[in-house]
């Protein structure tokens, strides 16, 4: 029986439920550790979907994994939708949350609104991401005040990480580890349901997550954090730029990628494919007749 827009269609009982908020609250609250990865395209969010991550982000990083930029600044608005939407049509189970990109929310908190927004409709994500303390606490709770959900983004934030002094650890010494603190708490204040550590000592993380009530995602920042994120590419050794030492390879897929394009460009260089089995045919009578009115 096919389903029409009157039949509803029957819950799949087995099927995971979606992720949500509350449940995401809830995994904090009975500790269970929180699966987030990067994607950036319908395949990868296809992968993500059936391994059974909680929380997808189509990171800015896919500005350098996926599009080539040499950092995650050039990436604009509209790329990200574009990257966003395709993650979408792959993704049924995991929370979907967009990055925004360096330039489109800090000028004001109606730009962060209005590009908040894009991603939600456009994209169809649930949530969003934004970078840094300092004045995006204020386009953070803009956006939450907008109704919808945002995930902060501290320590290294690389789409400000020249005024960082590079891609390099944060919050080692005191005075810089309380500027963290600071920057924490100030977007779990401003609603945000769930706070980013990027590149934290282990030890400045635990205390921070001591301290706040919001689940903490680390990437770099040690184990007691809960949960953890991987950029898609660099977990699966896709991605061959600079990888930093918290980036685990678990995979090696580029080298597995070109040793398959390789062996298909020799293979078409012996005539070796296409073989019987990748062919077509036509019947003897009608190549005849085929071949009789072509001349
Ligand atoms: O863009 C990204 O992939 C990120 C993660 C590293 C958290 O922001």
């Known amino acids: 029986m096919s389903a029409t827009p009157h039949t509803p269609v029957p819950h799949n009982l087995d099927a995971p439920l979606p992720m949500t908020l509350p449940r995401l609250a809830e995994k904090q609250r009975l500790g269970e550790p929180i699966v987030m990865v990067t994607a950036y395209d319908y395949p990868s969010a296809q992968v993500a979907e059936q391994a059974g991550v909680d929380v997808v982000l189509v990171g800015d990083s896919g500005a350098m994994t996926v599009l080539g930029y040499p950092s995650t600044v050039p990436v604009s608005t509209?790329?990200?939708?574009?990257?966003?939407?395709?993650?979408?049509?792959g993704l049924t189970t995991p929370l979907l949350v967009g990055d925004l990109p360096f330039g489109s929310y800090e000028a004001s908190d109606e730009q962060a609104v209005a590009t908040a927004q894009r991603f939600i409709k456009e994209a169809g994500c649930d949530a969003v991401k934004l970078e840094r303390g300092g004045s995006s606490v204020q386009r953070a709770r803009a956006i939450v005040q907008a109704g919808i959900p945002v995930m902060g983004h501290v320590g290294l934030t690389p789409q400000t990480a020249t005024a960082l002094g590079g891609y390099r650890a944060q919050g080692r010494t005191a005075e810089r580890a309380l500027r963290v603190a600071e920057d924490a708490l100030a977007l779990q204040q401003a609603g945000c349901f769930s706070i980013v550590f990027e590149a934290i000592p282990a030890a400045v993380s635990r205390a921070l997550v001591e301290r706040l009530e919001v689940p903490v995602i680390g990437i770099g920042a040690g184990?007691?954090?809960?949960?953890?994120?991987l950029v898609f590419h660099d977990l699966l050794g896709i991605y061959d730029g600079h990888a930093p030492r918290f980036a685990k390879r678990y995979a090696d897929l580029k080298a597995q990628m070109i040793a398959g394009v390789a062996e298909y460009a020799g293979e078409v260089r012996r005539r070796a494919f296409p073989g019987p089995e990748h062919t077509y045919s036509i019947d003897d009578?009608?190549?005849?007749?085929?071949?009789?009115?072509?001349?």
Not at 223 to 229: H, K, L, N, R
């Open 223 to 229: 184990p007691a954090t809960d949960g953890q994120v």
């Open 285 to 295: 009578e009608q190549l005849a007749q085929f071949l009789a009115e072509l001349d």
């Open 78 to 89: 509209d790329e990200m939708l574009v990257l966003a939407a395709a993650v979408r049509r």
